[in-house]
Structure formats: C-alpha cells, structure tokens
C-alpha cells in the first residue's frame, strides 16, 4: 500500500504545483527492501496504479488487472488520471538493489522510493523521496513527520504508545475500541462537513468500507485458484482450504445453507458453487 499511496501523491501534487501539464516522462526507483522484494510483493504494480491516480482505500480490485495490463501494453498512462504520458516500464521503473538508501537522503530506511518528473526537453521538473515505513504509512525525506502530522484537532484521549493506550483506558473505565472510536470522531469532527453528517456516522461508514473490503479480499482469495502474481510460482492456497474447511463443517454437522450464511460472498456466484460441491463431494 505504501508505494501506491507514495506514487499517487506524487502524480497528484504535480498537479497541485501547477506542472502536470508539463510533463513528458517520470521515473520510479526503489531501494533497499524495495527493490530486492519489490516484484514479488507487487509494487512494480503498486507504482503504476499509483501514478495514474489511484489509492488502496478507493481503487476498485476488479479494476487492477486490465489497468496493469493495459499500461504494460500501450507503454502510456494517465499521470495522475488527467496527463498522458509515454511510459516504458523497463525504463521508468527502477530496481536499484545494490543501494540500500537513495543517494542523498537524509533518512535511513530500507523502503526507500524515489519519483522523477521531466519536461519534454528532458529537464527536471520534480523530485521527491518517500519511505514505506509500513502498515500503508509514509514518509517523504527532508519531512518531520511529527510536524507533517500536526493538526488543530484536539483529541479527547491522546496516547503515544499501546502501553499509554492501556493507561488512558484504564483510567476513564473505556475499553479500548471506544478510546479510538472517540478519537476518530473527533479528527473527523475536525473535517470540513459532508451534508451535515455527524463524525458518529462518518466513522461507523468508514469502518463499514474496511470490513466490506476486507470481506471482498477473502471472498476473491477463496474463489481464485492458479498461481499468486510476482514471478514466484507460488500456488494459492486458499480456494483448497477453504474446501477441506467446508468437508469438516459438513461433517460436525453444518449444512450448506449455514454455510453460504457464514461464508464471504457463500450466497453468490463461485462461492455458493464452491460449498456446493465441497458438501457433496
């Protein structure tokens, strides 16, 4: 998630900058971690969503396929989803995995991303670095990012580490999920308002999006079968396991209707075949 997100900002805040127009070519090198893991966890696919625009919360996973292989086909694509550009993979996205930092960067992470933008003469436009630092997280070089993450919100049960977490829960009788379900209404309190819609509601939507991704995440890893992207020739194991999962429900007692009920997706499509003939197998 974090080079995605790291390329997306980079191509949106060009046009913040005024100077997506200008642009004829930008390059991605990655370092460290990056570079040594990076096809095989995806990120040369990561970078390329990115640029064009898109983000890990919003992108639509059916989506992700025919946009990688329509941009490795065309050699262009959409910066930012408004500027097209040439784009050459081979030559635009980088692994450099003999240096374990960018050159010049003044922090020392192995997650290092670095993002160029030419004019048609060739000559530099933009250049930034950021750093996955994990979880989906950023950094960008030369940025404290304590100060990056500074705001005007001021948040009922502020923590700096999960043992204060423990501390403030334990001293207002909280549990933790309502420490950080008050804390996030209060951020999006802090937001400009979306139709008059209270932050109560905006964060139960927002936890509603991330269970339903989360569900759709599991729904297509069981119904997929073949080998995992990355050059690996890793098999997917999941479709199969999910099918000795369904033979032991069956056998303690499950039925394929409960099944289908508790199942991501059981009612639907592949799914509901997939519990079908494990229940009758």
Same mark, same amino acid.
């Given at each position: 998630m974090g080079p995605m997100r790291a390329a997306c900002r980079f191509a949106r805040e060009l046009e913040l900058r005024c100077q997506l127009q200008r642009v004829e070519r930008v390059t991605s090198e990655l370092y460290g971690s990056l570079a040594l893991t990076g096809i095989g966890h995806g990120t040369d696919r990561a970078v390329l969503l990115g640029l064009t625009g898109n983000e890990p919360a919003s992108i639509d996973p059916a989506a992700i396929e025919s946009t990688v292989a329509g941009i490795r086909a065309q050699k262009r694509l959409e910066l930012a989803g408004k500027r097209p550009i040439a784009f050459d993979e081979s030559c635009d996205v980088l692994f450099d995995r003999a240096t374990m930092f960018p050159p010049g960067a003044?922090?020392?992470?192995?997650?290092?991303?670095?993002?160029?933008a030419f004019d048609a003469a060739g000559a530099l436009l933009d250049q930034r670095t950021f750093f996955s630092i994990g979880g989906g997280f950023i950094v960008e070089d030369g940025v404290d990012p304590v100060m990056a993450s500074v705001s005007d919100v001021r948040l009922p049960f502020p923590f700096h580490s999960a043992a204060e977490l423990l501390e403030v829960a334990q001293e207002n009788l909280l549990s933790i999920?309502?420490? $950080?379900?008050?804390?996030?209404?209060? !951020?999006?309190?802090?937001?400009?308002?979306? =139709? @008059?819609?209270?932050?109560?509601? *905006?964060?139960?939507?927002?936890?509603?999006?991330?269970?339903?991704?989360?569900?759709?995440?599991?729904?297509?890893?069981?119904?997929?079968?073949?080998?995992?992207?990355?050059?690996?020739?890793?098999?997917?194991?999941?479709?199969?396991?999910?099918?000795?999962?369904?033979?032991?429900? $069956?056998?303690?007692?499950?039925?394929? !209707?409960?099944?289908?009920?508790?199942?991501? =997706? @059981?009612?639907?499509?592949?799914? *509901?075949?997939?519990?079908?003939?494990?229940?009758?197998?």
């Open positions: 003044q922090t020392q992470h192995p997650n290092g991303i670095r993002f160029t999920d309502q420490v $950080m379900f008050a804390n996030e209404c209060a !951020r999006l309190g802090g937001e400009s308002d979306i =139709g @008059g819609e209270l932050p109560e509601n *905006r964060v139960r939507t927002r936890i509603d999006t991330i269970w339903t991704t989360m569900k759709g995440c599991v729904q297509r890893g069981i119904e997929t079968e073949g080998i995992l992207p990355g050059g690996l020739n890793v098999r997917r194991r999941a479709h199969r396991n999910a099918l000795s999962t369904i033979r032991v429900s $069956m056998r303690v007692g499950d039925t394929p !209707r409960t099944l289908r009920q508790a199942w991501p =997706g @059981g009612s639907r499509g592949r799914s *509901r075949r997939s519990i079908d003939f494990a229940a009758n197998r």
